[in-house]
């Protein structure tokens, strides 16, 4: 693909950085955009476009066409994760959400993996009928995403409130009792009517920023290794090109692991702060053998423990804003808000890994453990943020949230 398309210098990198771009401008109305015309159609249109757009990757000729192609994927996908993670938050309360969100980002990872190994035979297929290997992939993906989306409308659901427009999903009673749940929860089942200015008065909200360069930080770490782990197998521990494909699988598959166990652990807990820094701890040991060891054993080890802790983390995050925040248009905000900042993360993490760096990768492995501590003194200035809030709430001398009775989770 990069001969075919002359991806040479940074054209792969602005490839990735143009696609960033586009998703993060995308996102805020994309993200309203699911809650003005619901779930079911949302998805469905977006999933279905995602595909098409794919598949239509199979067919082009220069780097030009690509970043064109890459703006359309981006704003195509804009909405998905943060009205995925909208949509998860409105039907399950604050101490079942993290499991919830570990299930949707096992979901990813599983793809991620799979999709290196289904990569790999689809490589095997170059030349097959004229086209390269790469055009296979997009090809094979395209079709099926498309065919996903068409399905999404008739199983995805819609919000609590609405729940008699899914398809065959809830009783009224079982309807009402889930509504029941989330306004003894948090009240706030009901969204306001639509406003622009309803939306955009929570950029005012500082805690929203601080959780959103959580995500930016995060998103540096795993976006380098999304899409450079393979180039790190290659080049940094003299695997062949097919080995470092399949050998690109079993970190993400690893993930699924500690993702599970530590939701499972922090949502039966109710805790936040403490899972996030033992992740981010586990991300440090990682690093640390990735770009220290001589061996190549303990450094494809350290790609685990990495891989391990930002997809755990991506959960725990992901919780601890939901968990603290109340109101439909702000939790829309907040969704989109973060995912803004992961994309942009996303685009420092394309620049992280060079590759003249091989086999070291010095650059990656402190942009990466210094993030990581970064956030774990965030966390700590949260966690005394929020533990001062709650005693003064306890006293009756606080209201948090603007809902009576409503405490922070740490």
């Known amino acids: 693909m990069f001969e075919d398309l002359g991806l040479q210098g940074h054209r792969y990198s602005v490839s990735i950085f143009i696609f960033t771009i586009a998703s993060i401008a995308s996102q805020l109305p994309a993200t309203v955009a699911s809650r003005m015309v619901g779930p079911r159609l949302f998805f469905s249109c977006t999933t279905f476009a995602f595909g098409l757009i794919t ?13 064109a192609l890459r703006v359309l994927l981006g704003i195509a996908m804009s909405g998905i994760y943060p009205g995925l993670t ?29 999709g290196g190994i289904v990569n790999y035979g689809l490589e095997q297929l170059h030349s097959s009928h004229g086209l390269a290997g790469w055009r296979w992939m997009f090809l094979v993906q395209g079709a099926c995403a498309m065919f996903i989306g068409l399905v999404t409308y008739f199983w995805i659901v819609d919000f609590p409130e609405y729940a008699e427009r899914s398809f065959r999903f809830l009783t009224s009673e079982e309807q009402a009792l889930a509504i029941q749940r989330i306004e003894e929860d948090r009240s706030d089942v009901q969204a306001a009517p639509f406003h622009w200015n ?56 690893y993930a699924i692991i500690p993702v599970i166990l530590s939701s499972l652990t922090a949502d039966r807990l109710s805790l936040r702060g403490p899972v996030i820094v033992f992740n981010c701890s586990c991300l440090v040991i990682g690093f640390a053998l990735l770009g220290f ?41 907040a969704a989109a808000a973060v995912t803004a900042f992961n994309g942009a993360g996303g685009v420092t993490g394309a620049y992280i890994f060079k590759q003249n760096e091989a086999p070291r990768y010095p650059t990656a492995v402190w942009v990466a453990i210094s993030s990581h501590i970064i956030m774990i003194a965030i966390v700590g200035l949260f966690t005394a943020c929020f533990w001062k809030a709650n005693r003064t709430q306890r006293k009756g001398k606080k209201v948090i949230e603007g809902t009576p009775g409503f405490r922070h989770t740490y």
């Open 55 to 67: 598949f239509c990757t199979a067919f082009i000729h220069t780097w030009r066409e690509m970043i």
């Open 86 to 114: 909208y949509l998860i938050s409105t039907w399950y309360t604050r101490h079942e959400q993290q499991l919830r969100f570990a299930y949707l980002q096992t979901g990813e990872v599983f793809v991620l993996a799979t």
């Open 198 to 253: 309803e939306v955009l008065r929570h950029t005012s909200s500082l805690k929203i920023y601080g959780f959103g360069v959580m995500f930016f930080l995060l998103n540096i770490v795993s976006t380098a290794l999304s899409y450079f782990l393979p180039i790190i197998l290659q080049g940094g521990m003299g695997f062949s090109t097919n080995k470092a494909i399949l050998l690109n699988a079993p970190p993400y598959y």
């Open 293 to 333: 060891s001589d061996q190549v054993a303990a450094r494809y080890f350290g790609t685990f423990l990495a891989t391990g802790a930002y997809v755990s983390n991506w959960a725990a995050l992901t919780a601890y804003y939901q968990n603290n925040i109340v109101g439909q248009w702000k939790r829309a905000f």
